[in-house]
């Protein structure tokens, strides 16, 4: 007998028995943001935000969000997942998902900003 989760994951679950990885999440609504972390036991932990504005700097608000993570595992007793994973990486790749967010943003912003500015002949063109 083999001891396993029971927690429903697919075997290729992108977390079980693998190094911690980060998927980005993007929503209909261009200020909500957010990332998946699939850690090494298979458990999945979902990190999500709202903001009108960018959010900066971006190195701070990752070490904070990851630290979020490593508390939420502590917490739990979840000690192998957090001395199984290389958190500098996971800071790292959430500051890039954080700055692709505000990217994302920062566009939509501008992008809303030309058609309220435009004249009627750019409105037609912009369309």
Not at 44 to 63: M, N, Y
Not at 65 to 89: H, K, P
């Amino acid at each position: 007998m083999s001891e396993e989760r029971n927690d429903g994951l697919h075997p290729r679950h992108p977390g079980r028995g693998k190094p911690t990885a980060l998927i980005g999440l993007e929503a209909d609504a261009v200020e909500c943001g957010g990332f998946l972390v699939f850690l090494p036991s298979g458990l999945t932990k979902t990190v999500a935000w709202r903001s009108t504005a960018a959010i900066t700097p971006t190195a701070s608000a990752a070490k904070d969000y990851t630290a979020r993570v490593i508390e939420s595992l502590l917490a739990a007793g979840n000690t192998d997942d957090v001395q199984r994973t290389n958190w500098t990486s996971v800071a790292a790749a959430v500051q890039r998902i954080i700055s692709d967010f505000n990217d994302r943003l920062t566009k939509a912003i501008n992008d809303k900003m030309a058609r309220d500015l435009a004249t009627p002949a750019e409105k037609r063109w912009l369309q």
